[in-house]
C-alpha cells in the first residue's frame, strides 16, 4: 500500500495563478479561472458533505460536457469521495444496472437528462440529486453553492479512488474499473511529457467527458499544468475546425478517436484551416487509417497514435508524430512508468514477430473492478493486467495490435461488447441463437453485424431486432445489419466461430480500415 498523500492540484493553480482562465465552454462562452474554478469545487465539496457524502462514496454525474464535471471531480478529491461520470449515451436500463452496482449518493444531472434521472434517482434509491440547467442562473447547483462554504479536507493517499468508470464487459454487464489517485497521477507524467503539455497549452475537447479519452488525453494533464481548455458540449466537425482556425482561441492540441479526425477532413473546410499553431494532436482508441494520419500530416499535423485501456488510465502505449508514417498501425513504444509484454498462451514472453497477448504493468494500471473479485482476479496474473488484446512486436521495438483476443469491435471509439447486445437480443422469444461480430464500416471504423437463427415456425424481420435493441441499448452498439442464417457454425464443443462468420464479411480477419 502506497503512503504517498494526494496534493491538492486545483488549490495549487489557484493559488498560483488565480486568474488565469481554466476552462473555456464554447456552447456558453463561460470562462471560469482556476480562482473560480477552486472556489466553486469547495462550495461544492461543503453541499456533498453537509449531505452526508463521507470518504470512499461515490457521486455519479449524468451531463454533456461542462465545466461542472471538472468542479465535481475537485470537490471529490478534497473530501475523498469519488466521482463517477455516466455515459449520457446509454438507455435507462443500463444506467440503472451501472447505479445499483455503485450506489451512489448523489446524483448530479443536466437538465436535458431530467426524465431520465429522476426516475433513476428514485428506482435506484439515490438520496440526493441536483440539477444543472444552463438557461436558469439559480438553478439547484448554484443554489447549491452559495448556501455552502466550509467544509472538513480529507486526507488521501495516491492508493485512494478519485473516480469510477465503467467499461463494457465481456459477460453483458459493464464493470467499474477502479481509478485511483496514483493512476490518475502516473497517467498525467506519462501523457504531459509525450504530448508537450505546458501551463501554455490550449487544448481543444470533442469526447465526452465520461470517456477516458475525454477526461484524461489530456483533460487533466493540462489542468495538472495550469493549461487552459476549450470544450465543446458535444462534437461538431465544422465547428471544431472554426474554433481550430481561430486565433482567439489559440488552439495548440487536439485529442480524439480516429472518427472526428475523419470527419473534419472530410469536410469543405478543412482545406482553409489553418493548423499552424497545433503542437500536438492525438489520436487512439481504434486503427487509424493511413489516409487519415497522411491527410493530417498534408496539413503540417503529425498524428501521435496510441494505444491504452480505461483500466490503464488510459495511456500505455505511444507512437510519436515523427513516426507516424514510417510505422504506419503500429501503436508505438510502452510510455514513461509503465511496462508492456508480449505473452502466449502459456504465460512467457513470445519472440520478435510472434503474436501474443498484451500484458501491461505499472502505477498507472486499475487495483481492478468495483464490487467484482472475480473479474479483477481473472483480469491479472502475478500483477500484470491481461488486456485481451494480441500484439506482435518488431525489430525496432514498435508494438502492433494485430487482433483482439476477445470479441470486443471498437464503433467510432467506443468499445462494443457482443455478448452484451446478444443477452439483450435473446430477450425477444423467436430467438434461437444469435451472435453479433464487428464489420468494416467507412463512418464509424466498425459496425455491429448480427447473425440471427430463429426458433422453428418463428418470423422476425431485422426492423424487428434493431427497434428491439433500441429501446434497450445505446445507439452505437446497435447492429447495422441483420443476416438470418439456418445455423451458427460451431466447434465441437459447442463454441460459436465467430472467426468463421469474419471470414465471410471482411475474409481472414482483415482490419477494419486498411
Known sequence: MSTVKYYDWSYHQARTRPNKVAVKEVSTGRETTYGQLEERSCRLASWLQNKGVKKGDRVAILIHNCTEVFELEFACAKIGAIELPLNWRLTKPELEYILNDSSPEVLIYGSNFADTAKALTKDCSIKNSLEIDDEDQNNEYEQALKENIDFDVVETTHDD???????????????????????????????????RVTDKTV???????????????????????????????????????????????????FFAVPAPFQFMMQHPNF???????????????????EIILKSWQSKGVELWQGWGMTETSPGGIGLAGEDATRKVGSAGKPLLHTEVKIVNEDGNEVDQGEVGEILIKGPNV??????????????????????????????????????????????????VYPAEVENVIYQLPEIAEAAIIGVPDKKWGETGKAYIVLKPDCNLSEEDIINHCLKNLAKFKIPASVDFIDALPRNATGKVLKRNLREEVVGSDAPAIT
Request: a negative charge; glycine letters at 12%; charged letters at 20%.
Open 161 to 195: 479512488l478519485i473516480m469510477l468508470m465503467y467499461t463494457s464487459g465481456t459477460t453483458g454487464h459493464p464493470k467499474g474499473a477502479m481509478i485511483t489517485h496514483e493512476m490518475q497521477f502516473y497517467n498525467i507524467v506519462n501523457l504531459a511529457g509525450s504530448s
Open 203 to 253: 487544448q481543444l475537447i470533442v469526447l465526452p467527458l465520461f470517456h477516458t479519452g475525454g477526461m484524461n488525453c489530456y483533460a487533466n494533464p493540462i489542468l495538472h499544468y495550469g493549461g487552459q481548455i476549450v470544450l465543446m458540449k458535444e462534437f461538431d466537425p465544422g465547428k471544431a475546425l472554426e474554433i481550430i482556425d481561430d486565433p482567439d482561441y489559440g488552439i495548440t492540441h
Open 271 to 289: 482545406d482553409t484551416t489553418d493548423f499552424s499553431r497545433i503542437e500536438g494532436a492525438g489520436v487512439g482508441g481504434a486503427p487509424c487509417a
Open 366 to 415: 486499475t487495483p481492478g473492478y468495483w464490487n467484482n473479485e472475480e473479474a479483477t482476479e481473472k483480469s491479472f496474473v502475478d500483477g500484470w493486467l491481461k488486456t485481451g488484446d494480441a500484439a506482435q512486436m518488431d525489430d525496432e521495438g514498435f508494438i502492433y495490435i494485430v487482433d483482439r483476443q476477445k470479441d470486443m469491435y471498437i464503433s467510432g471509439g467506443e468499445n
